[in-house]
């Protein structure tokens, strides 16, 4: 996981770092990210299906001409009052700073309010653990009826590139600015989040909604990554 390069990039560095990009090497091939492009359909891992949801027009146009999307939506195959589970992968491009970024930033832009963001522990199924980031945030949504309710809404990311995972956005920008300096290639990171809903609204907790969204994770992320790569 290369974690040695943690302490050859502190934060202190960051603006002489920031400098070299302007002369960062090109390259047409990009060295690719150790988790694949695409999210499962149907069926997955017997208790959820899958359905292949479209990326918005808004994030088409933030984001750079040569960033991958796959977004799909899950919702439980038994009798389940739970939310859906909204999963994406987005692919980086060449560009690191318009082709991925923290949910942070368009949260907001989606009516999101109150965000707190802190560092978790979860254990794959394979006993792996990982730290993923936790955003929990509010929205205020309008029914049908026009009854005005509040949302609670907790989201996991983690950021995957070609040989390294981390939860930190400004770590993943170091570890990518290091590896076009240093080693002269062009990192494809992958930005994979998985979200969900709650609140007294809908008469479902919190814990019941984390622990649905956490079980998931546990359960497909270990089929999607290519752990052998990571360990080089």
């Not at 302007?22 to 988790?35: F, K, N, R, W, Y």
């Not at 891992?45 to 918005?56: H, I, V, Y």
Request: aromatic content about 10%; some cysteine.
């Amino acid at each position: 996981m290369r974690a040695w390069i943690y302490g050859l990039l502190p934060t202190l560095l960051l603006g002489a770092v920031f400098s070299l990009v302007g002369i960062m090497p090109t390259q047409d091939a990009l060295v690719e990210s150790a988790i694949r492009p695409e999210l499962p359909l149907g069926i997955t891992a017997g208790t959820w299906r899958g359905e292949r949801q479209q990326e918005s027009e808004a994030e088409r146009t933030i984001l750079a001409s040569d960033t991958k999307f796959c977004k799909a939506l899950y919702r439980s195959v038994s009798i389940n009052p739970l939310p859906p589970l909204n999963a994406s992968i987005v692919y980086s491009g060449s560009d690191m700073n318009t082709s991925i970024h923290r949910p942070e930033r368009c949260l907001p832009t989606q009516g999101h309010y109150d965000l707190v963001t802190e560092p978790v522990q979860l254990k794959l199924k394979d006993g792996r653990e990982l730290t993923f980031s936790r955003i929990l945030s509010k929205s205020s949504q309008k029914l049908p009826n026009g009854r005005e309710i509040t949302l609670e809404h907790v989201n996991y990311y983690i950021f995957i590139g070609h040989n390294t995972i981390t939860h930190d956005h400004l770590t993943r920008t170091l570890l990518d600015m290091y590896d076009r300096v240093v080693h002269g290639y062009v990192e494809r990171w992958a930005y994979y989040q998985v979200g969900t809903y709650y609140g007294e609204a809908i008469r479902v907790s919190r814990e019941a909604s984390e622990n649905n969204l956490r079980a998931y994770i546990s359960e497909t992320l270990p089929d999607l990554v290519d752990w052998e790569q990571l360990d080089k």
